[in-house]
């Protein structure tokens, strides 16, 4: 089993930053694949970035150049950082990992608003 808990959502004017927090725990030896989806109201849960436990990374192309999708094995966290955001990018943010069975695991959701 893995445990998944978000942090860094908020309320940020168009153009700004956030970072994203996901810290791992459990079966963390088990994880292939960390990642980042986001579900705004009205939508599908869509995928943002991920990337696997050999760095290889993928994202949306709406949010390349735009955002970046870190981890850190010592601190079992993935991180997303994601700057000039715009309005369309408010949604409730999700941590993802897949295990080595592609099991799904979820973290809890974290909002993030971009709004003047």
């Known amino acids: 089993q893995v445990q998944l808990v978000e942090s860094g959502g908020g309320l940020v004017q168009p153009g700004g930053s956030l970072r994203l927090s996901c810290a791992a725990s459990?079966?963390?030896?088990?994880?292939?694949?960390m990642g980042w989806y986001r579900q705004a109201p009205g939508k599908e849960r869509e995928l943002v970035a991920s990337?696997?436990?050999?760095?290889?990374?993928n994202y949306a192309d709406s949010v390349k150049g735009r955002f970046t999708i870190s981890r850190d094995n010592a601190k079992d966290t993935s991180y997303l950082q994601m700057n000039s955001l715009k309005p369309e990018d408010t949604a409730v943010y999700y941590c993802?990992?897949?295990?080595?069975?592609?099991?799904?695991?979820w973290g809890q959701g974290t909002q993030v608003t971009v709004s003047s």
């Open positions: 993802n990992a897949k295990d080595h069975k592609w099991r799904n695991y």
């Open positions: 459990g079966t963390i030896f088990s994880i292939n694949v």
């Open positions: 990337m696997t436990s050999d760095g290889r990374t």
